[in-house]
């Protein structure tokens, strides 16, 4: 399982990368979804998850819709057109973030041996 600690700084750009390719999702199928994607290694939290998604539409990069389903009140969350921008800029820091910790953590020691 992923650390909290590594995962903190990626929750953001992971549940933005979710909505842009499911549309809208509530809360329980994110987790799930991030559960399965990643084969349980990663297991997000109510109390991690939902702060963001506040935020997120606290700052009008997410929408709200209620829909009632078995007699329960279902939050669904869903990028405004703010909200794609916003993805696509997060998605792609996260990308730049993981290569460059690639690259610390295997670098090209063919590369270096030629520059010497």
Same mark, same amino acid.
């Given at each position: 399982?992923?650390?909290?600690?590594?995962?903190?700084?990626?929750?953001?750009?992971?549940?933005?990368?979710?909505?842009? %390719?499911?549309?809208?999702?509530?809360?329980?199928?994110? $987790?799930?979804?991030?559960?399965?994607? /990643?084969?349980?290694?990663?297991?997000?939290?109510?109390?991690?998850?939902?702060?963001?998604?506040?935020?997120?539409?606290?700052?009008? *990069?997410? $929408? /709200?819709?209620? %829909?009632?389903?078995? =007699?329960?009140?279902?939050?669904?969350?869903?990028?405004?057109?703010?909200?794609?921008?916003?993805?696509?800029?997060?998605?792609?820091?996260? %990308?730049?973030?993981?290569? $460059?910790?690639? *690259?610390?953590?295997?670098?090209?020691?063919?590369? =270096? =041996?030629?520059?010497?």
């Amino acid at each position: 399982m992923i650390s909290k600690e590594l995962l903190k700084g990626s929750l953001k750009s992971i549940i933005l990368k979710l909505l842009k %390719e499911n549309g809208r999702m509530y809360g329980y199928e994110i $987790t799930q979804k991030v559960d399965e994607i /990643t084969s349980g290694k990663i297991q997000l939290t109510y109390g991690a998850l939902y702060p963001i998604l506040h935020k997120l539409e606290k700052d009008g *990069t997410v $929408t /709200t819709d209620n %829909e009632s389903v078995n =007699n329960r009140t279902r939050v669904y969350y869903k990028l405004t057109k703010q909200g794609q921008s916003t993805a696509m800029e997060k998605i792609k820091e996260l %990308e730049e973030f993981i290569d $460059t910790i690639r *690259t610390i953590l295997k670098p090209d020691f063919g590369l =270096n =041996n030629a520059i010497c």
